[in-house]
């Protein structure tokens, strides 16, 4: 039985060439006098000094359209990874209100959203930019995987993610007014960190600077500006809750780094795992838990964290350690016990914060 739809032709275009990152962000190739839909494949070495990328043609006319439902949105965004700055601001404000302070909780809302439309705006890039430098293809496990096939072009997410950095900026104005010196530089140091992730010129996370740019914009940024937005005030002790959530969330990325070592390696591109190796790598896991929950313990010397609060968390202790044992038994990137991983650490990170804001919410009722 025949293909109800025609196979795609192929062709290579060296990496050198001046015109992919066009054919890249727009997904078209012009042959034959026609516009066709290009796809990228695979990077293939042709010689030491010739490495080439095979594109998929598709005829536009008979390539089927995929709906763009909520499904689709919902991938597109990376819905399940929104709880990383979510989370983080239900745990502030529930810290506020344990220790008295008086909450706002219009501004509380408006800097929830705006810093879930900023989070988006960095998933949407990241997908972009991995992209453009053949980072993100058939078979690799990073990425959203939404511009694989062809629905929407890389230019096209690249102003979507504008689009959400304008709102969620936007969102931010009314704290920027009442508050402007603090806010003028946690909101310039988030708008900062969202553009230069995987973003020119700075791309952090290709030059192994992606690990401390998510612990700050997941972490003591995040939770600082949550406080400030919610209780006009920041005390050291919401820092250290920051840090709690900040390393959880470099638990995420690290977990991702493990397994991308080759393809990263590949492209070019160097994060903290690559540069350590898998075999220095895998023992980081552990350490970046270990000290997420020293800095809870700090919060309760200090006084400012009830140790009821922090007791709950303790039933997150045992994932956290089933998951570095697994890392740290495995015997590289595409070893077994690396299997979901990545899932398996953005359930820990929502799981901890979960069990913080109830530790929270019990220590207020009682």
């Known amino acids: 039985m025949s293909d109800s739809h025609p196979q ?11 015109d992919l990152r066009q054919i890249l962000l727009d997904a078209s190739f012009e042959s034959e006098g026609r516009k066709w839909l290009a796809l990228p494949r695979e990077v293939i070495d042709v010689s030491k000094t010739d490495k080439r990328v095979v594109l998929a043609l598709h005829s536009r006319e008979d390539r089927p359209t995929r709906p763009k439902n909520l499904g689709f949105w919902l991938q597109t965004v990376r819905a399940p990874s929104l709880t990383a700055t979510a989370t983080p601001g239900l745990a502030v404000l529930f810290f506020g209100l344990a220790l008295g302070w008086q909450a706002n909780f219009v501004l509380f809302g408006m800097a929830l959203l705006g810093a879930v439309f900023l989070q988006i705006a960095i998933n949407i890039w990241n997908d972009v930019y991995d992209h ?20 929407l072009s890389a230019r096209q997410l690249n102003s979507i993610a504008w689009v959400c950095l304008i709102i969620g900026a936007a969102l931010g104005v009314p704290v920027l007014v009442l508050e402007p010196a603090l806010m003028t530089l946690i909101g310039g140091a988030a ?5 230069g992730y995987s973003g020119p010129p700075l791309n952090l996370k290709y030059r192994a600077l992606g690990d401390i740019n998510v612990f700050l914009l997941c972490g003591p940024l995040l939770t600082a500006g949550f406080s400030i937005a919610t209780f006009s005030r920041v005390s050291s002790d919401m820092l250290l809750l920051g840090a709690y959530f900040g390393l959880a969330a470099v638990g995420i990325l690290h977990s991702n780094n493990l397994q991308d070592i080759p393809v990263d390696a590949k492209s070019g591109a ?61 015997s590289g990137p595409e070893s077994g016990r690396l299997a979901g991983i990545r899932i398996k650490t953005a359930q820990l990170h929502l799981v901890m914060g979960l069990l913080l804001c109830a530790g929270l919410i019990l220590s207020s009722a009682l």
């Open 8 to 18: 795609p032709r192929f062709v290579e275009i060296s990496l050198s060439n001046p």
């Open 132 to 151: 453009l430098r053949l980072i993100d293809l058939p078979g690799t496990l990073g990425g959203s995987g939404i511009l694989l096939d062809g629905t």
């Open 191 to 195: 708008v900062l960190g969202v553009l």
């Open 270 to 330: 160097r994060t903290l795992a690559s540069i350590l190796g898998f075999r220095r790598a895998r023992h980081l896991l552990w350490v970046v838990y270990v000290f997420a929950w020293v800095s809870l313990v700090v919060a309760s010397l200090h006084g400012a964290l009830p140790v009821i609060a922090l007791l709950p968390t303790l039933l997150a202790l045992p994932l956290a350690f089933l998951l570095s044992r697994a890392v740290l038994s495995a």
